[in-house]
């Protein structure tokens, strides 16, 4: 047994799951940011993009990257919606906020199983075949899923870094009081930062798709990782979510390699309990938020 290409197999799977935490974590922490509210509709939002990218490759048959777009944008649009209709009288009520969430999270679990049943269901991979990195074997469909999340996180860096909405989204996820008094009209960008949180969730769960199978039940592990990856990195903190979001996929995956898959998840919630008593606003967090 050649332990330095386990360790490099587990290293490539790690990445490749941290990833996917990367972006449903960024998600959650815009969410929070702009509207210091808990989403735990979250993983519902993931489990709607898997569902969209099954019925538009599997049905439709419409190529991937077409399937990712249109999963993104209807999402980002829907979620939007969601905020202005249902969210938007508990702007300034975050308990308040936080239980309608769950009750949006429960609305769009039953309507899943309404329209699509409890059995789970397989995407058609993305590409077949497999890469040879030297001795290490990679699916070639989770490369491309490499590619499209590492294009969506290069997008929404350039959007926040960039453009005028994305500045103004990133103050007032740094300081609302501050970025009211610098003119920013604040709560236009709460439909917005909503809407992108919601995107990010189910791009996520359009990657996911080819990889894994596909239920109404879904998003629930989704929301845990990326809720765990936000105590780590630290809330309202998005270079956080980024490095603690990569490396929970690595310790994960290392974790798995060494010990059995329960062993790694108990490690795993060792170091959140961990990381609360040494460092509450986690690795790159505010004093407050």
Request: aromatic content about 12%; charged content about 10%; proline content about 4%.
């Amino acid at each position: 047994m050649d332990w330095s290409i386990l360790i490099a197999q587990a290293t490539v799977n790690g990445l490749v799951v941290g990833l996917l935490y990367l972006l449903m974590a960024v998600g959650f922490t815009l969410v929070f940011g702009v509207m210091r509210i808990v989403n735990f509709a979250h993983g519902e939002f993931y489990m709607l993009g898997a569902f969209a990218a099954y019925f538009l490759t599997a049905n439709l048959s419409l190529p991937f990257f077409a399937t990712l777009i249109i999963t993104f944008a209807g999402a980002v649009i829907f979620g939007a919606c969601v905020e202005w209709l249902i969210l938007k009288p508990f702007r300034n009520d975050e308990l308040n906020g936080m239980i309608a969430t769950i009750g949006i999270a429960m609305i769009l679990q039953n309507l899943a199983l309404m329209f699509f049943g409890p059995d789970p269901h397989s995407m058609p991979a993305i590409v077949r075949g497999v890469t040879r990195l030297g001795d290490i074997v990679i699916p070639t469909s989770r490369l491309y899923v490499v590619a499209f999340a590492l294009v969506a996180l290069v997008l929404l860096y350039i959007f926040l870094k960039h453009s005028r909405p994305g500045r103004a989204l990133r103050a007032v996820v740094e300081d609302f009081e501050i970025a009211s008094i610098q003119g920013i009209r604040s709560r236009i960008y709460y439909p917005l930062g909503f809407g992108l949180g919601v995107g990010l969730a189910a791009a996520a769960g359009s990657l996911m798709a080819p990889l894994f199978s596909v239920s109404p039940f879904v998003g629930a592990a989704p929301l845990l990782k990326a809720f765990i990856v936000v105590i780590l990195g630290g809330l309202g903190s998005i270079p956080g979510a980024a490095v603690a979001g990569l490396a929970l996929g690595l310790v994960e995956s290392y974790s798995s390699l060494f010990f059995s898959t329960s062993t790694a998840d108990m490690l795993i919630f060792v170091l959140v309990i961990v990381m609360l008593v040494v460092r509450p606003r986690g690795i790159l967090g505010k004093g407050e938020v």
